[in-house]
């Protein structure tokens, strides 16, 4: 006989893999369906490796780019002030103390540290003979960070998936490669970034494969535990947890609208890519979240009924300093990659124009579902 426990685990594991299939065939097949509209060829999206059949046109226009920064302002404004009010109105109430809970920084959080700086070197210097290795600094690179910032978060007195699950964290890394995949599906319909200084040949595909492969498992643990290191500083996200509460009167059918958004919006990337680009990043967590909230699920806006933004903040902002980490990386890299953005080809910081940042919002929020989904991670932050 079954025991209780692991029976409700089982149909847990059946309901979330029910779930990823159902996203992963409305992410492939919606954009085909935006394809077969404008009369192209679907099947010439359906390869491996997912290439982009042609760059997007990077350009510039004056008017798209004000309406996006309006956009991306208006939308981070309301929260940045909520959170500058609140430790406004903490620090008057609780001057600030010096905290009792730090650890000692672990020792392997100083290994990892020196990896990193040692492969950060590898990744930038070009010495002759270890071309190859530059090529594969990335995995190694991203493995240290994550190392570093687990550690990190031990110091701080935080809580350690690493050390608390680490089967579960494991499995972030098998997980991580498989949902970066859609990415690069996605990413064939609007050409948006391009992969150069690989060493693998267009047709190669298992060695794209096994190449790819083990850099893409980096993303999601890298910022799920940035999160959790974020989460250990509570004037990031202080006074999110009372803030502006959304709850629909009808919260099914709000799934049901929120699911039909997001696969209107991977018809529309294939139907109108030079336009409709950012919903890439926007459609997924639509997707996911929708899909999740059907089945009666917890996922990480649950809490927004009663006014609790945390939890999607913190995923926001680890993500955003995670790009950043990556597009640093990436500038003097041997094996690195360009943007193509339209109508926002201007203010480059790094190989990233300016506003290609705010993608990196959206997909905090879609790692943080995304790893739940997958390997039933936490979507809330892991907090003391």
Known sequence: MVPAATERSLRGWQRHALQ?????????????????????????????????????PGSFVPVAFALYAILIVGTLLPFIIRILRA?????????????????????????????LGVFWVIAWVPVPGLEMVRRLSFTPLWVAYVGVVSAWIQHRGGRVLLIEQPWRFLALFPASALFWYLFEYLNQFTGNWIYIGTGVAEHDALNWFLRSALPFSTVLPAVLVTRDLFATWPSLSRGLDQFIRLRPARPEGTAKAVLVAGVLGLVAIALRP????????????????AIQGAFGERHLFSGVASGNWRDPWLAVLAALFCGFCWELWN??????WTYHIPNAQILHVFEMPLLGYAGYLPFGLTCVVAAQLLTGTDPRARTH
């Open 87 to 115: 430790n406004a109105r903490h620090r008057v109430r609780a001057p600030s103390s010096p905290s009792s809970s730090r650890l000692p920084f672990p020792r392997w959080g100083w290994v990892s540290l020196i990896v």
């Open 20 to 56: 990823t299939l159902v996203i992963v065939i409305l992410m492939v097949i919606a954009p085909l369906v935006g394809v077969a509209i404008v009369n192209g060829d679907p099947g010439a999206y359906l390869r491996f490796p997912p290439r982009p059949l042609e760059p997007a």
């Open 274 to 289: 030079d336009s409709f680009y950012a919903l890439v990043w926007v459609a997924p967590p639509l997707l996911i979240v």
């Open 331 to 336: 500038i003097f890299s041997l094996a690195r």
